[in-house]
């Protein structure tokens, strides 16, 4: 048993819309060619990546020679603490980059583009 399924009948000319084409310099609303994510903070997480790469391995190397004297254990330690350090230093330089965005101290729920819904909903 097959189906037979019906097409439904082309569109005349005269159903498609006929308005004139506009060049894009005339609409009202351009498209917003900003980059998705500033500058700012490509730069803060990539210095942040080496900073983590770096620090607690040097930390481990260092320790290892010179206070620890040898003593793997107490030089892992410290790298591992040391790589915490970076990673609260990031969290704390991405929230305060977050607040001076939104302009608040308060963290919100539902927050869009940086500012909060009804901050949204008053743009529009």
């Not at 190397?61 to 010179?66: E, Y």
Request: proline share 6%; glycine share 8%.
């Amino acid at each position: 048993m097959s189906t037979v399924q019906q097409r439904r009948p082309h569109s005349s000319a005269s159903e498609i819309d006929s308005r004139p084409l506009q060049p894009l310099s005339t609409l009202e609303n351009p498209a917003d060619t900003s980059p998705a994510v500033p500058a700012s903070v490509i730069r803060n997480l990539l210095g942040f990546t080496a900073a983590m790469l770096v620090v607690p391995i040097s930390s481990y190397f260092l320790t290892l020679r010179t206070i620890f004297a040898g003593n793997t254990t107490w030089s892992g330690a410290f790298a591992a603490i040391m790589a915490n350090v970076v990673l609260i230093g990031y969290i704390l330089v991405a929230y305060n980059e977050d607040v001076a965005e939104t302009g608040s101290g308060k963290i919100t729920k539902g927050v869009v583009g940086g500012d909060t819904i009804e901050k949204a909903k008053k743009g529009q």
